[in-house]
């Protein structure tokens, strides 16, 4: 059954709570809603047959949440810090969270802003360790397509680094209008992973919690160096190479890591 919270600019953030115990939240990557991402709800299911209270919730502009607004230009990775902070109000402050791909950037912003997070743990976050400017030019150029009203070119966009077959699938596929649907929301994505300006001993210096930065067997290039820059750079960081294949793990696979993680 889905609750809402309330962000701190009153909009509606939808969300579902599998089990009860000690709180996990997960946060979505791009092009993730609960609707249409099976797999992470039954990590959730597994997850709370071990004991933890397991919240998915729908990220600002999708699903049952509410929409990304004309006035978030500019804050959008503010207002999902602010959205999360009000899952974690409904959660409990003891909470951990799980951010898969981008969902993992905008984790350990959050974590760096000071939300009450007690562990972390992030899969394959795309940051560019050779990025000199292009991410926050990349946010730009979206964010200017989003005010164009143009989701399609948006998306596209959005997905042009990625490997083709991916983008060519997805716009094959029945998923293609909902995709283009949440456009709006994936400025926020962008703009967790335009890291460039900020000296790397800067960008998480209050992330002192335990985090686990996750990579799969089978991965992809950018990957690998990005989870080793997390290591490098947080205080209390280590990585771990998980059985998966190229962006996608499997739901028992990491519910089991993240039972291990959580539950220490």
């Known amino acids: 059954m889905t609750d809402f919270a309330t962000s701190a600019d009153g909009t509606r953030i939808a969300y579902d709570r599998y089990g009860s115990g000690q709180p996990v939240i997960l946060i979505a990557g791009a092009m993730q809603e609960r609707s249409g991402d099976a797999t992470t709800a039954r990590m959730a299911e597994l997850l709370a047959e071990r004991g933890f209270a397991v919240y998915i919730y729908d990220r600002r502009g999708?699903?049952?949440?509410?929409?990304?607004?004309?006035?978030?230009?500019?804050?959008?990775?503010?207002?999902?810090v602010d959205d999360l902070a009000a899952l974690i109000d409904v959660a409990g402050a003891d909470a951990s969270v799980f951010g898969n791909s981008s969902g993992g950037a905008i984790a350990l912003w959050a974590a760096n802003a000071g939300l009450p997070i007690t562990r972390l743990a992030v899969w394959e976050v795309p940051f560019?360790?050779?990025?000199?400017?292009?991410?926050?030019?990349?946010?730009?150029?979206?964010?200017?397509?989003?005010?164009?009203g143009d989701g399609e070119s948006t998306v596209e966009h959005f997905m042009k680094d990625m490997p083709r077959a991916w983008l060519e699938g997805a716009?094959?596929?029945?998923?293609?209008?909902?995709?283009?649907?949440?456009?709006?929301?994936?400025?926020?994505?962008?703009?967790?992973?335009?890291?460039?300006?900020?000296?790397?001993?800067?960008?998480?210096?209050?992330?002192?919690?335990?985090?686990?930065?996750?990579?799969?067997?089978?991965?992809?290039?950018?990957?690998?160096?990005?989870?080793?820059?997390?290591?490098?750079?947080?205080?209390?960081?280590?990585m771990r190479t998980v059985v998966a294949s190229y962006h996608q793990w499997e739901a028992d696979v990491m519910a089991g890591v993240l039972a291990e993680e959580f539950g220490q």
């Not at 999708?62 to 804050?75: I, L």
């Open 171 to 238: 716009k094959s596929s029945d998923a293609w209008p909902s995709m283009v649907a949440l456009a709006p929301s994936l400025v926020a994505d962008a703009a967790s992973l335009a890291i460039h300006d900020l000296p790397r001993g800067e960008r998480w210096s209050n992330v002192t919690q335990p985090t686990l930065a996750m990579v799969g067997t089978e991965t992809l290039p950018i990957f690998p160096p990005a989870a080793e820059m997390l290591v490098s750079d947080l205080a209390n960081a280590r």
């Open 62 to 80: 999708r699903g049952q949440s509410g929409p990304v607004k004309d006035a978030d230009a500019g804050s959008e990775l503010q207002r999902e």
């Open 128 to 148: 560019a360790v050779a990025d000199e400017g292009q991410a926050a030019q990349f946010v730009d150029e979206l964010r200017g397509r989003v005010a164009a």
